[in-house]
């Protein structure tokens, strides 16, 4: 929602947590020549917080979007306002991963414990921030993880945004 603040000191909002997603979905232009209006399309509803965006690791925002949910109803409403608000269409290609955790111990670790295949069957992806996120298909190779590395990844079900995980921090 909409705010109104008429003081004179400067506030801000902390940003909402990235939730666990158990629905992900390459994001696929159809059109190309629509390409435009379809990433202006796209970047505004994740900027809303409609669903959130995952990346292949490295991507510098060149490849397909994949786009995570709670729930089919967050794609429908984007396929929705994508076609209604930006005249585009959108095609889904469904990934089989039903589950994510965030590993906040960060890549170094991520990478070692892959190194040592202590991950298996597991689709090693990157937030908005950069941060690893581990998407698994099923809740036992989700439960295996976490007995195996969890505690060493930190894996956890959300990532707050950096500037509220800095604020707690702080505290």
Known sequence: ??????????????KIPSFSPEIFARCINPTPSKYKSFNKGIEQLLNEGAVQQLLE????????????????LQLEVVSSRLSSEYSVEVQYEMMPQTQARWAMAGWEEVDAVLSERKLLNVKTLEDVYGRPVLLFTSGWTL???????????????????PDVQERRRKK
């Open 1 to 14: 929602g909409d705010t109104l603040y008429t003081g004179s000191r400067r506030i801000s909002f902390a």
């Open 57 to 72: 690791r490295g991507d510098t925002g060149g490849g397909v979007p994949i786009l995570a949910a709670v729930g089919p």
């Open 143 to 161: 439960d295996n993880a976490v007995a195996e590395v969890g505690e060493r990844l930190q894996l956890r079900p959300y990532a707050l945004a």
